[in-house]
């Protein structure tokens, strides 16, 4: 199969392409190579796209919520207008759920709003990805360094890379899914029992006070996590 996959060098990017090599040919397009999805030359005779590209981030995106909406809806749109006859699995989020509280929720529910005018989309409602090894400057990192400033009360559905990936590979094999769907764990775990307790407490705006994945339809398909909650 000729997969086109944007956003290959990023967090989730750059582990899918490992897998997908296994047994595919894949086209990556990432802004760190220069390709402005934009403005970019996008490549003939693929089979599908997979949609990673984009800006995340809540705290980025109330300091410049005009780049997510260039990055997360118009990008998007000519990518999704190029490949019209083409099955595009694309990366939505669970902070959808919630569009009002920042710019990178709204830029999701946006998008999931625009790819339903396509017949061949699927947004997968990533849940809080992480993995071994934490994304720099990110909760896990600064955990495993003892450098968080603060924990929340959050809950969290914490989605391990190596379930995201096979979430996403199930997906791939069904082929009459469109839509959008949950992918998380189906757990939720409590922010600051993972944190020292000398850590303080600090209440956040902006964020969802909860996240829970609903993987029913999922596991219809055969999917089952392997992990739970994060095990530090």
């Given at each position: 199969m000729?997969?086109?996959?944007?956003?290959?060098?990023?967090f989730?990017?750059?582990?899918?392409?490992?897998?997908?090599?296994?047994k595919?040919?894949?086209?990556g397009?990432?802004l760190?190579?220069?390709?402005?999805?934009?403005?970019c030359?996008?490549?003939?005779?693929i089979?599908l796209?997979?949609?990673l590209?984009?800006?995340?981030?809540?705290?980025?995106?109330?300091?410049?919520?005009?780049a997510y909406?260039?990055?997360?809806?118009?990008?998007?749109?000519?990518?999704?207008?190029?490949?019209?006859?083409?099955r595009?699995?694309?990366?939505?989020?669970?902070?959808?759920?919630e569009?009002?509280?920042?710019?990178y929720?709204?830029?999701?529910?946006?998008?999931?709003?625009?790819a339903?005018?396509?017949?061949?989309?699927?947004?997968?409602?990533?849940?809080?990805?992480?993995n071994?090894?934490?994304?720099?400057?990110?909760?896990?990192?600064?955990?495993?360094?003892?450098?968080?400033?603060?924990?929340?009360?959050?809950?969290?559905?914490?989605l391990?890379?190596?379930?995201?990936?096979?979430a996403?590979?199930?997906?791939?094999?069904?082929t009459?899914?469109?839509?959008?769907?949950?992918?998380?764990?189906?757990?939720?775990?409590?922010v600051?029992?993972?944190?020292?307790?000398?850590?303080?407490?600090?209440n956040?705006?902006?964020?969802?006070?909860?996240?829970?994945?609903?993987?029913?339809?999922?596991k219809?398909?055969?999917?089952?996590?392997?992990?739970?909650?994060?095990?530090?």
């Open positions: 000729n997969i086109l996959l944007t956003g290959h060098k990023g989730i990017g750059r582990e899918l392409l490992k897998r997908l090599q296994e595919n040919f894949v086209i397009l990432d760190k190579d220069g390709n402005d999805l934009l403005s030359v996008f490549p003939n005779d089979d796209v997979i949609h590209a984009g800006k995340s981030g809540v705290r980025e995106s109330l300091k410049n919520p005009s909406w260039v990055n997360n809806i118009e990008a998007s749109k000519r990518l999704f207008d190029a490949y019209k006859d083409t595009i699995l694309y990366a939505s989020s669970s902070s959808q759920y569009p009002h509280l920042n710019p929720a709204a830029s999701k529910h946006v998008l999931e709003r625009l339903g005018c396509y017949s061949n989309t699927l947004g997968m409602r990533f849940h809080t990805v992480y071994d090894d934490a994304r720099e400057g990110m909760f896990f990192d600064k955990l495993k360094k003892g450098t968080l400033e603060y924990v929340t009360n959050h809950t969290r559905d914490f391990h890379m190596d379930d995201c990936l096979d996403v590979e199930i997906l791939i094999k069904n009459d899914f469109k839509g959008t769907v949950d992918i998380g764990s189906g757990h939720s775990t409590v600051r029992e993972l944190v020292d307790k000398d850590v303080p407490i600090r956040v705006s902006n964020e969802r006070e909860s996240t829970l994945a609903d993987i029913t339809v999922m219809s398909m055969g999917y089952n996590p392997k992990h739970l909650r994060p095990n530090l």
